[in-house]
């Protein structure tokens, strides 16, 4: 523990004893799944973590899985007896991609090799059913079966593991109960916002952490495909206008958080942590839930839209941290502090928060440009710091540390253009201000180490996100270069981390290709991406299509 912070946690226990109580290129369309698609143009604490701890194991009155059953039945039923049954045209289409990588370490420390869970090879594959099963009902299944195998060196758990998932379930009524109304419910994805991959306002579907972080397939592609966010179970209704304006309406009755990988938070923070789920335990209710409005219209050839979000964060913080310390050592009778035994634990939760939302996209002399704006509302978030005697000798004592009580801004502006060299190199260049897993912490609870200043799960900063890409031979090759930098001073090219990743590929055949790249952390050692920089590797991505 750095010696700052542990003087301010001597001052803190202090003030306790004290008594003391411290407190998008182009106009954007969204595709019958809602992807983005679209052409390049250019004492009381001892008890209450006791009660914590017993509702985190409690079964749910309302069961995880409920949603999935209405739904998968509605799909057979109507896919079965629906009135069209016999003109259904269910189109199969799919993908294999395989991803091996090969690590390139030569500069890392004995330290950074120690990086957790480290994939070397993995593959998915999936199958999508998409068509009409009547003249305005719309069925989209698509299933998927993944596979991963983890350095052996570096797991500490299976080297191996296969899963098999419903990727997307949805059935979409055209025409609900109004000419001017479709409904679609099922597991699916909520695209809002006009940014390429980094948008404030998309808060629906959980992040992926894979790509950022070096796990997983590769999606290869542009930056919201890159991002490849999971889909979740909703309810949305969307109501047409004659202005062509749009009032779209969603309903998630379950949140679905962002999947960490227990390696990486082990690297990170040295620990394995607990997880507090607000929405679990207590049973399922009406405000538990996740849901959202938002109003999108063109106006003077300008896409715009605004938006509300009200539910939970899918990334979590740190709530709480665990000291445990030995009162039979003589450093007790002073302080705690300096008794600590280094055996230390952590809790993540994850805020309830509400998100207004403000967006645009347009086109200006061939280049695309956007701006999407979110402002967060986060509920008071509180946690603190959590003394533990290790012998049983004393009872716990706390620090209470309010964690997040500010509103804050997240935005992304870009723009994208094809230069005129050759036969064209796309350029998508955007500012963004805040990522997925950043926020804005109260000044105390960054003093005391509960949040950071910096890296993962981190404070906002600044980044450039671009990628490039020059394609030859009809398109079928093309050398790529994407990635995330964050800025340091802005004052020349200071950065403190990079994430980078150029990269070739070859279509081979129809439908096949195959692409070599590399990809890269640089930065400071407690940086978003120079926290990975161990992590660095070469890949090989064979993809097929059908």
Known sequence: MKQSVLVNLIGELSNVRGGRRPIETRLRRENPSGEYQGKKRGGKVADGMKKDEEKKHEAPVFPDHFTHYIVSLALVVFCAFGPAAGARELEPSGEIVSTTFFSARDTASPEEREKGDVPVFAARARLLWDGYISEQTSVRLETELGYTRLDADSAPFDSEETEASLREAAIKFGGFMSESVDLTLGKQRITWGKADGVNPTDNFNPNNLD????????????????????????????????????????????????????????????????????????????????????????????????????????????????????????????????????????????????????????????????????????????????????????????????????????????FDYTLPFGEGVYTNIQFAHGLFDERRYTTRSRSIGLANDSGMLGSLQDYLVYRFEYKWDSDEKSLALMGFLEKGEFSGFNHKSHMFMPYYTWEFRDDTDISVGYKGYTGEPESKFGSLRGNNQVFVNLKRTW
């Open 211 to 414: 790509a950022l972080t070096g796990g997983g397939v590769l999606t290869l592609g542009s930056t919201a495909d890159f991002m490849d966010k999971p889909y979740v179970w909703a309810l949305r209704a969307e109501k047409y206008f004659p202005d062509e304006s749009k009032l779209d309406f969603v309903w998630v009755p379950r949140m679905k958080e962002a999947e960490l990988d227990p390696g990486l938070v082990r690297r990170l923070t040295g620990l394995t942590p607990s997880f507090d789920f607000p929405w679990k335990g207590s049973g399922w209710s009406a405000n538990l839930s996740l849901y959202g409005v938002r109003w999108s219209s063109t106006v003077r050839k300008t896409d715009l839209s605004l938006s509300f979000f009200h539910g939970y964060d899918n990334m979590p913080a740190v709530k709480t941290a665990t000291l445990r310390y030995n009162a039979l050592n003589p450093a007790a009778a002073i302080n705690p502090l300096l008794a600590v035994t280094g055996r230390t634990a952590i809790e993540l939760s994850y805020p309830e928060l509400d998100v207004f939302g403000l967006d645009f996209s347009g086109e200006i002399f061939s280049a695309g440009w956007w701006a999407e704006f979110g402002y967060f509302m986060p509920k008071k978030f509180d946690g603190g710091l959590i003394l533990i005697e290790q012998n049983g000798l004393l009872p716990a004592r706390a620090v209470p540390i309010s964690i997040m009580e500010d509103n804050y801004l997240k935005y992304t502006l870009g």
